[in-house]
């Protein structure tokens, strides 16, 4: 079967795909919960749909609406980031509500997106070339690159804002940038799992690591190691059976995190 299935070229920029976008969010998506900020990647990957839909809209590449939304996102959403918890809430939920329509709007402006609508929302693994796979390598190897440098600062920062402020460490420009990098990271995504899916590989993995380990470092690979795996599964899984990667995605990502959760109980 495998020999099979490697032998024709989408599957085989599906896994190069596939492999780039897990790495990027099981180390990503681990800062993210370790910040307690879900809910912001949560809109970000809603944001890709209107991305998309929009950039197709006006003649351009989704890739391209993908990244321009997002990163813009980021940005309306580091102006209340510092502010009340209901407040930071009310604002991140009003982008996500404006997004989804805004999708929708465009969607139906532009009549020929309505056949891959399911597609923008929920992922395929079909049509993905290898100058997306080439771009996506690219976008990586800059997000990781800069996660490397930022990140004894970024996690120090994550685990004990005060005392980092008090250290001297820029507290509100790290918030920015891995805002930006988050929607970055979202916008990448995005292209393998659907915005409503992107959820699963950002949060699910990350989730069952900190299960599993409470040292930063092993939990991180640990969630990039999850990430991996699920998706290498799910891909396998959605060639052979009638049922879209999306639903694959999830389930076994939750599968996961519930079987971390047992591990969890047991040890405890």
Known sequence: MLSEMFSFP???????????????AGAVGYLMVLRQQSFVG?????VGFPGAAGALLLGLTAPLGYYAFCLVAALV????????????????????????????????????????????????????????????????????????????????????????????????LLDLLFLLLLGATAAGVVQITGSLMVFTLL????????ELSCRPGRAL?????????????ALAVAYSSPYPLGFWLS????????AAKAVSRVRA
């Open 77 to 172: 959403i580091s102006r209340v980031h510092h502010a009340e918890r209901s407040a930071q809430a009310a604002v991140v939920g009003t982008v996500q509500a404006f997004a989804l329509a805004s999708g929708y709007l465009f969607v139906v402006l532009y009549k020929g997106v309505l056949s891959g609508t399911t597609a923008l929302l929920f992922g395929s693994f079909l049509g993905i070339t290898s100058t997306q796979v080439v771009v996506m390598a690219g976008v990586a190897t800059v997000l990781l690159t800069a996660l490397v440098i930022l990140g004894r600062p970024l996690l120090f920062a994550s685990l004990d804002p005060d005392a980092a402020r008090a250290a001297g460490v820029p507290v509100a």
């Open 203 to 210: 949060v699910l993995p990350a989730a069952a690591a900190r």
């Open 42 to 46: 949560h809109t970000l990957s809603a």
């Open 221 to 233: 690979a640990t969630s990039i190691l999850i990430a991996l795996l699920v998706t290498w599964t």
């Open 251 to 258: 389930t076994l990502a939750f599968g996961t995190f519930l």
């Open 10 to 24: 989408f599957m085989v920029n599906a896994y190069r795909a596939g492999t780039i976008v897990a790495v990027l």
